[in-house]
């Protein structure tokens, strides 16, 4: 029986090709030295299954359509075109991967670089996938990650498409992330940002920097980061947070809002937090805190409250706008020592 501990210490260079002591050699090395010359596809093969994915702990699997004879001289380094693997994960989930070649970055390295990877990732706790294709890639066995770049595109079961230049994945966290600009779409709308966390487990996913998201007759837009908890349906924006509709545009330093369902930016209520406007056709309405609630067309502004309108300013602890009516019931705080006033065309009253 062969001992595929030896060919693994025989071609991962811990015995160098090279060793003119042939005659120390054990037949059953001198076996292995003759099989990689005479039949190169065949020592390809073992080479890959020793060398490159040893450390998977699941199953992976490399079918072979076509192994080439390595060139002159790089004889202990793996090259295999057209190939098919498969990764399975700590959750028993497959990513089966195919590209154009595989190489070793150098011989017995634990990297392998993939031309024109397309496969499969992990897209949810419920075993969805998303379809992945970039034009290079690396797979990292004792980090089990891989690092795809140039042109990256994944394709999930619904249809929503994201484009970027680089990503990476770690199977063992299922965590992906990405440094480069990202866009992508769907039938949800569209979406912009600087780079990107996703996070499978909690079905997370990060925006990070400048974002944008377009969905329908809104637009959301923060500097720092916008947040999209899929199973709990919400999102929170942090940073210069701007909200446009058709008829109100909302400013504040951050926001988190509660989604009808994971289609686009359906909102069921908003909370604003940290120097909150709000414009409307009518008027400016300010304060520290706002809780917007679109279905009763009403927003209610606590903390150093401001209502601006046709010149005229009413300043109160608490206000409870409708929008529909543009009716503005402005209250004192409870210990009444804020009550309200105002300016009005140049004249300052106040009131209970």
Sequence with gaps: MVDVYKIDEFFNGKRPFAEKKAKKQNAKVRFLHILKLVMPSFAAVIIGFIMVFPSLKKESVVLKTDITVPKEGELEKLHIEKTVFSITNEENEI????????????????IVKIINPKGKLPAGKKGDMADLVAKTGFYNQNEENIKVQDDVKVVYADGSTVLTQSAEYDFNKAFGFGNDDIHAYGTWGKLWAQG?????????????????VVS???????????????LKNKVEAIGNVKVVTDTNTLFANRMVADLISSNGLNIKKIEAFGKVKIVTKDGVAKGDYAIYEPQKNQIELNGNVSIEKDENVIY????????????????????GKNRVSGVIKGSTIKRK
């Design 196 to 212: 990107f966390e996703y996070y499978q487990q909690d079905e997370l996913l990060v925006l990070k920097g400048k974002s944008k």
């Design 95 to 110: 990513s089966t991967f195919t590209a154009d070649s595989l190489d070793e970055i150098e011989p017995g390295s634990k």
């Design 216 to 230: 329908e007759n809104k637009v959301l837009t923060a500097d720092e980061q916008i947040k999209y908890y899929r």
């Design 316 to 335: 109160g602890q608490k206000a409870i706008t409708n929008l529909k009516t543009s009716i503005s019931k402005i209250v004192s705080d409870t210990k």
